[in-house]
């Protein structure tokens, strides 16, 4: 029901708002083709849906001219519609497994391996504590205990 | 299933409900637990999934108004600046909930006599203390023995690692001289009694599909089913009836999971739906004897709302904080501004928890619980490869005190899938906690400068975190006086005497810290009081 068009603008505003990192080899959102991920979302949520083709329209006449200027225009003239696809491009994006190895994550869901993060030494942990214990009992005990 | 009448009725198979159930078993009385939820089993846990952040957004949020399952119902939060946001399930809000677990501290209990605000409570520290220690050891808490924020108390388990995250603001601290400790986590550090220890995988709100959270799903369920409890899901219940002659309640109706009405009798009622749960169902339960709603006389059924206004800063450092390795909320805590000091310009005080930095997406649409996206464009690339990867945060988490005018009532139009009215919540944020939060955001960013941030990013707004409704208490609060309280020292109804509330609305007053250690202490308290006075339980 998206046509190959509509596919195409909105990949060009999504790389407005998620650009590319040339220097660490990180794609910008429109080169993953996000607009895939908002076309699904939108297909299942009419509110998303309205804010999709309502941003579609205004860019449809500006395809050629979309830049940072113009995607701020957008995002003052019509902040709801705009932080609606925002949030949606965010989600498609960040979800993907390939994007999250590129902030230190694993590519895998985290269970069943999560982590290895080794635990502190009793010997570490004693020291960094030494200074907080040194002051001795910091609370209230109207009780007298 | 059968609807013969039961000798305990628990509501709610949550964290207090589950742990006063498991005080009850040694009582051989018949048991049986109504949940509106369902039991969900580990496998169905997202974090297994590839887009597992995803769920986050849609059938794991821990905004109701969000996942709109069958299970949950509306909340409305337009007249407040924090919205209420649990689970509703076998385990309740332990479910998605993340697992710190700091007790209250002895001046919690007196607040009144000692800073001449709120009310005392009916019970104290050393009350409760051998049924933190009780719940520590059934739950599986992890942590560093010897912090001097408090009495003298061992943790079961050691501490699960602070990180690199809490390595560096320790020093901050240190630095500064202030008060830190190694969180206590309901979190396993090593393998116990066929669950695993932590795999450090940073989702603690997706259900730990580990079994290492000491969800109420993991620790006292199984043992509860295998003593023979019953556990009703599906089962939402709408109303709690009274008898007219002796005024004591005699049973309740639920809607089962084919939207039929059914009633079940019981000899014993106890109420553990929590903060806003608790509240709607007894205002929802009018009758002749109890026109303003059950155990009403004194009007404070959901009035005193509480929650824990919380805000954060972070710093900017020069090495990566790895924030996504990790319990997402729990690695170390700082109560230096915990107790009162006049010379602050507020009374009683705050927490400093270090808060890891979740996943990207989380991140990116403005942290947990915020609906508020980074900015987009060449600031987003700048914030998310060159800032992200190297935050280190702090978590104010202030001391909310009781005020009528925060409250839940019964919305009169919005409903649940069944049709029964929605709670509606009124809440504001105090003067005082306005000027806690101020010090506290000041106090985080001198201990992150300290800790040698290079860049601190904060707010700069008065807004506090939207979804920081967790910590939901004193909407049946205890006490001695039937004219200031719904309950009594050890939960049962002034006014009906075999009805009692297990949950955070019975607290007096909020602490700062994370109520489910010190909620299911209290369960298991008043379990014990049950079972000590069965012979005179109605007189």
Redesign the interface.
Same mark, same amino acid.
């Not at chain 2, 001097?148 to 009495?151: F, L, W």
């Not at chain 2, 050691?158 to 990180?163: K, T, Y």
């Not at chain 2, 008060?179 to 190694?182: A, G, V």
């Given at each position: 029901m998206w046509s190959e068009n509509e596919k195409n603008i909105l990949n060009i505003i999504l790389d407005q708002l998620i650009p590319k990192n040339s220097k660490r080899n990180i794609p910008s959102a429109g080169e993953l083709g996000i607009a895939s991920f908002i076309f699904d979302a939108a297909n299942k949520n009419n509110n998303l849906k309205d804010d999709v083709v309502f941003i579609l329209d205004w860019a449809l006449t500006k395809a050629d001219k979309i830049s940072p200027c113009l995607v701020r225009k957008l995002e003052k003239e019509n902040p709801n519609a705009f932080v609606s696809l925002l949030t949606e491009t965010y989600k498609g994006y960040y979800s993907r497994p390939d994007i999250r190895q590129k902030f230190g994550l694993s590519k895998k869901p985290v269970h069943p391996s999560g982590y290895l993060v080794v635990s502190e030494s009793n010997d570490y942990l004693a020291q960094i504590t030494d200074t907080v214990r040194a002051r001795g009992p910091i609370y209230r005990d109207p009780t007298g205990g | 299933m059968s609807n013969e009448p039961v000798d305990v009725l628990i509501i709610g198979a949550g964290a207090s409900g589950a742990a006063i159930a498991w005080s009850l078993i040694e009582t051989k009385m018949r048991i049986l637990c109504l949940e509106q939820g369902n039991h969900l089993s580990d496998k169905d846990?997202p974090?297994?999934?590839?887009?597992?952040?995803?769920s986050r957004?849609a059938e794991f949020s821990c905004d109701p108004n969000v996942r709109r399952l069958k299970q949950d119902y509306p909340i409305n939060s337009k007249d407040s600046c924090i919205t209420p946001v649990n689970w509703n399930g076998v385990g309740g809000s332990t479910m998605n909930f993340l697992a710190h677990w700091p007790r209250m501290?002895?001046?919690d209990?007196?607040t009144k %006599?000692?800073d001449g605000v709120a009310e005392d409570w009916p019970v104290?520290?050393?009350d409760l203390e051998p049924f933190y220690e009780i719940n520590d050891r059934n739950v599986g808490v992890s942590g560093?023995s010897?912090n +001097? /924020?408090?009495?003298k108390y061992s943790v079961p388990n050691?501490?699960?690692?602070?990180?690199i995250l809490g390595?560096t603001l /320790?020093?901050g601290?240190?630095k500064l001289?202030w008060?830190?400790? +190694?969180s206590d986590v309901a979190i396993l550090?090593k393998d116990d009694n066929g669950r695993q220890k932590?795999?450090?995988?940073? %989702?603690c709100d997706l259900g730990c /599909?580990?079994g290492a959270k000491g969800g109420a799903n993991f620790t006292y369920w199984p043992i509860l089913e295998n003593a023979g409890v019953e556990l009703r899901t599906n089962a939402r219940v709408s109303e709690i009836q009274v008898d007219k002659v002796s005024g004591l309640a005699n049973g309740v109706l639920y809607y089962g999971a084919d939207g039929r009405l059914n009633q079940q009798k019981a000899e014993i009622i106890i109420m553990a739906c929590n903060g806003v749960g608790t509240p709607r169902l007894l205002l929802n339960s009018k009758s002749d004897l109890f026109p303003e709603g059950l155990a009403n006389n004194s009007g404070l059924v959901g009035k005193n709302l509480m929650f824990h206004p919380l805000t954060g800063v972070a710093g900017v450092f020069d090495e990566?904080m790895?924030g996504?390795?990790?319990p997402m909320a729990c690695s170390i805590l700082s109560?230096?501004f915990?107790?009162s000091d006049s010379s602050r310009g507020f009374i009683r005080g705050y927490g400093l928890h270090s808060g890891r930095s979740t %996943? +990207? $997406?989380t991140f990116?649409?403005g942290g947990y619980g915020i609906?508020n +996206?980074i900015p987009?464009?060449?600031e987003?690339?700048e914030i $998310?490869?060159n800032m992200?990867?190297y935050l280190a945060g702090l978590t104010i988490v202030t001391e909310d005190l009781p005020e009528e005018h925060n409250c839940v009532t019964l919305d009169n139009e919005l409903k649940d899938s069944d049709g029964i009215p929605a709670p509606k919540i009124t809440y504001r944020v105090s003067e005082n906690t306005k000027a806690m939060i101020k010090h506290g955001e000041e106090r985080a960013r001198e201990v992150l400068i300290a800790a040698g941030a290079k860049k601190i990013l904060s707010k700069n707004d008065d807004n506090v975190w939207w979804r920081a409704g967790w910590h939901q208490m004193g909407t049946c609060r205890m006490g001695h006086d039937p004219k200031k309280s719904v309950v009594n020292g050890w939960g049962r109804s002034h006014d009906v005497k075999n009805l009692f509330i297990v949950d955070g609305s019975i607290f007096v007053t909020a602490g700062a810290v994370n109520p489910t250690s010190t909620i299911q202490a209290l369960a298991l308290y008043i379990g014990d009081q049950i079972k000590k006075n069965i012979g005179t339980l109605f007189d």
């Open positions: - | 846990f974090s297994r999934r590839d887009d597992y952040e995803l957004y501290r002895p001046s209990f007196r %006599t000692l104290d520290y050393y560093l010897g +001097p /924020a408090y009495p050691p501490p699960i690692p602070i990180g390595q /320790a020093k601290f240190n001289g008060h830190w400790w +190694p550090s932590c795999v450090n995988a940073g %989702t /599909a580990a990566p790895k996504h390795e990790g109560q230096e915990y107790e %996943t +990207p $997406m990116a649409l609906d +996206p987009w464009g060449d987003h690339r $998310m490869d992200y990867p």
